[in-house]
């Protein structure tokens, strides 16, 4: 097997070579992850290539979105963002390489001959091989359109791939590959191995899907006497019921997962688990990451997509996270409740105050959201229903008498205030939840919400004795 590892006046360089379809998909983004993984862990450098042959779909709004994904996700590049598509003129140059080297050859065949030829080869149980493969030039028809084809090799192919061991193809499982159109544009697996050659490619991470391109690859590598890359295929992602991966399963683009409240840091660390292990580490910073990603540790078997496992690792790296940037974040997921306070300024210092507590409670933005709601909302309240069940007459005295209580204290701390409600349970001669329940019924008029002498602290003391105000009864 090919050492993955080069010595350093070869340091590693890897790609990734995203196709534009619109958004970059969890599987590109994985791909991604473990390119820029082993670039960083080597000390090497990342490239991003556009593969935007396709002019249709390569609208400059798909360009941006896979860039914005990456940005997002903090997979940054090296150098500029090359483009496939303007390489045509490259390409072709190697093309015509090959057919002086007599590796490829011009094919004149009408496409219904390619077709009664395809017929033939797979009812033979082989692939294509033209008849110009070995036709001299010179019976060429006149002012007859050509495609230029690979002289596809008689010996078998086997290529050593770093995550499938060692694969073998029969030389008939190859045919005569087009490499240039008969309008002369070039084909996908040229202008792959052409370019990766040129940005200096040493070790391709990709798909499972792209194997049998590997094997075709390799061929072309071998041709022009260039050194092939080390290629590691890994399995496609699939879904929790070891389907193929569908939108159902998750199968949406990096924004999808930024737009429900996981941090790019918690998808990393996901995807990275996704298809890749490090004993049962499942947690991991970057540098962790960096310092362990080996092409070993990349699984044969299909990583199973668990959103489970996400809403883990993201709460884990959620509850890590700086106080600061978690406010800033969380904003934009406020937007969905409904009668909040707007003061940014209330806002932002509420959210900063409770922040500590908060972050351990939520595994998604989204949920950190709903869980500070309770600071937020719009007093007075009005409590219906479950929400008001704590609340009968005699609760209400007893808030009246725990508002007078507490509006006599000094000091507004949470360690003394969860003191003052034990003794005021006490005093009352009541279980601590006769005190408990219509308080946090009054504090957070039925939201989640942490400990109540926390809420207490978070909320401040005017605000917290005027929540109580709007829910007590004086007459005692
Ligand atoms: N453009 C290909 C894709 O999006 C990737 C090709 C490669 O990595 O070699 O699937």
């Known amino acids: 097997m090919n050492s993955h590892v080069q010595n350093t006046n070869n340091p590693i360089r890897t790609r990734f070579a995203p196709s534009p379809t619109g958004f970059l998909h969890i599987g590109g983004a994985r791909t991604a992850l473990f390119n820029w993984l082993l670039a960083k862990r080597h000390g090497g450098q990342f490239f991003l290539r556009i593969e935007d042959t396709d002019r249709a779909r390569s609208t400059q709004d798909a360009i941006d979105a896979i860039l914005d994904g990456l940005t997002w996700l903090g997979l940054d590049w090296d150098g500029d963002v090359i483009s496939q598509f303007e390489r045509a003129g490259r390409h072709a140059e190697i093309a015509h390489e090959l057919l002086a080297k007599g590796q490829a050859f011009k094919c004149y065949c009408t496409p219904d001959e390619v077709q009664e030829l395809r017929d033939q080869a797979f009812a033979e149980g082989r692939a294509l091989r033209s008849p110009w493969r070995d ?45 240039l159109r008969s309008d002369g544009t070039p084909t996908y697996n040229l202008a792959v191995v052409v370019d990766d050659h040129d940005m200096g490619i040493t070790h391709i991470v990709r798909g499972d899907d792209h194997l049998v391109n590997g094997g075709r690859q390799s061929q072309i590598y071998d041709a022009l006497g260039w050194e092939r890359p080390v290629f590691a295929h890994v399995p496609l992602i699939h879904g929790q019921d070891g389907k193929k991966l569908s939108k159902r399963h998750g199968d949406l683009g990096a924004e999808a997962y930024r737009d429900m409240g996981y941090l790019p840091e918690g998808l990393r660390n996901y995807l990275l688990r996704l298809g890749w292990s490090h004993g049962d580490q499942e947690i991991f910073t970057d540098e962790e990451a960096i310092a362990a990603f080996d092409l070993a540790g990349l699984n044969k078997a299909p990583a199973r997509m668990d959103l489970d496992k996400l809403n883990h690792i993201n709460g884990h790296h959620l509850a890590h996270a700086d106080d600061d940037r978690l406010t800033e974040l969380v904003l934009p997921f406020l937007d969905t409740l409904e009668d909040r306070i707007t003061d940014a300024d209330i806002t932002r210092q509420r959210l900063l105050t409770a922040m500590p507590v908060l972050k351990t409670r939520a595994a998604t933005l989204e949920e950190l959201a709903r869980q500070s709601y309770f600071l937020l909302k719009i007093r007075p309240f009005h409590l219906e229903g479950k929400a008001a069940k704590p609340l009968n007459d005699e609760a209400r005295q007893r808030l009246y008498r725990l508002f007078t209580r507490l509006s006599d204290l000094s000091g507004w701390a949470e360690e003394s205030l969860a003191e003052e409600l034990k003794q005021f349970a006490e005093t009352e001669e009541v279980g601590f939840g006769k005190v408990g329940q219509p308080l946090r019924a009054a504090l957070t008029g039925g939201a989640p919400a942490p400990d109540l002498a926390q809420v207490m602290t978070f909320l401040g003391r005017e605000e917290a004795l005027d929540r109580i105000k709007d829910q007590m009864s004086a007459d005692a």
């Open 135 to 179: 036709r001299d030039a010179s019976e060429a028809p006149a002012d007859t359109p050509y495609t230029v084809r690979f002289r596809a090799p008689d010996s078998d192919m086997v290529l050593e791939d770093a995550v499938q061991g060692s694969v073998r193809w029969a030389a008939k499982e190859f045919d005569d590959l087009i490499l």
